[in-house]
């Protein structure tokens, strides 16, 4: 496995505090997010197009290897929190190495594509994959999101269809255009709000994270966790470091 660590960028941040809302002086909190679902749904362009601010046209980008991340910083009712996003490659070839990154998990964006019915079908599989990797699956926020429907026109899942599979799995469920830009902020901080909005469910989840970096260290991983595939330390990276990507080269 090649490891190529995040290389330093300019920071973002986003603010869905109050007017007139104190910021907290607290250090930021991380929150570990992921996006998983079947390959060219537009992971990678959703979670550009949030963190970025970029869009990049289908000749433009390439399927993710592996598994690629990126920080930013949010500003949400006063607090800050750093989110460290996770974007897995939705090849199969690809599903034992991205099923690692599952661990420490807080909150979980299942996408697909409203004009590939066969992304939307898919999503059952990745419920399934969700259960079985993550720790306290049960405690994960989990958002589904229909992609793409700039292409209305080419539209093979109803937005009433996207609606109904959400609630019956007990998931957000948003709609999204990564060119226009429509409801990609708002799937995010609709995460971010759902976490924070219970506290025990936060310590409950921080728990089970720090109970894995001690089980880690306890193995003579320590700050190494790279040595471990599927994991890395996100505290010994600044808030500046924009990316990384790990791939089976």
């Known amino acids: ?58 000749e433009e980008s390439s399927a993710t290897i592996g598994v690629d991340f990126k920080f930013k910083l949010i ?28 661990r420490g998990a807080q909150g979980v ?22 259960d079985t990797f993550a ?10 999101v229909g992609n793409k429907v700039d292409k209305d026109e080419s539209r093979t899942v109803t937005t009433e269809e996207g609606q109904a599979f959400a609630s019956d799995n007990h998931a957000m469920f948003f709609e999204t255009s990564v060119k226009t830009r429509k409801g990609v902020d708002e799937v995010f901080e609709a995460v971010v709000d759902k976490l924070t909005s219970n506290p025990n469910k936060m310590a409950k989840i921080k728990q089970i994270i720090d109970s894995i970096a001690l089980q880690r260290t306890r193995q003579g991983y320590r700050n190494d966790s790279r040595a471990l595939p599927g994991s890395i330390d996100l505290d010994a990276y600044s808030d500046d470091d924009q990316a990384g990507s790990w791939c089976n080269c």
Do not use: C
């Not at 009712?77 to 199969?92: F, H, M, P, V």
């Not at 996408?111 to 590939?116: G, I, Q, R």
């Not at 720790?135 to 589904?144: A, E, Y």
């Open 1 to 58: 496995m090649v490891s190529h660590p995040p290389q330093p960028g300019p920071s973002n941040s986003r603010s869905s505090q109050a007017p007139n809302q104190t910021l907290s002086t607290e250090p930021p909190q991380t929150l570990k997010l992921l996006l998983i679902g079947s390959s060219s749904v537009g992971k990678s362009s959703l979670l550009l197009r949030f963190t970025d601010e970029l869009f990049l046209s289908a």
């Open 75 to 102: 500003d949400h009712k006063g607090k800050r929190y750093k989110l460290s996003i996770w974007d897995t490659a939705g090849q199969e070839r690809f599903r034992t190495l991205t099923s690692s990154y599952y």
């Open 109 to 130: 964006l299942l996408v697909y594509d409203v004009t590939n019915r066969a992304s939307f079908e898919s999503l059952p599989s990745w419920f399934s994959e969700l």
């Open 135 to 144: 720790h306290s699956p049960q405690d994960v926020v989990r958002v589904i």
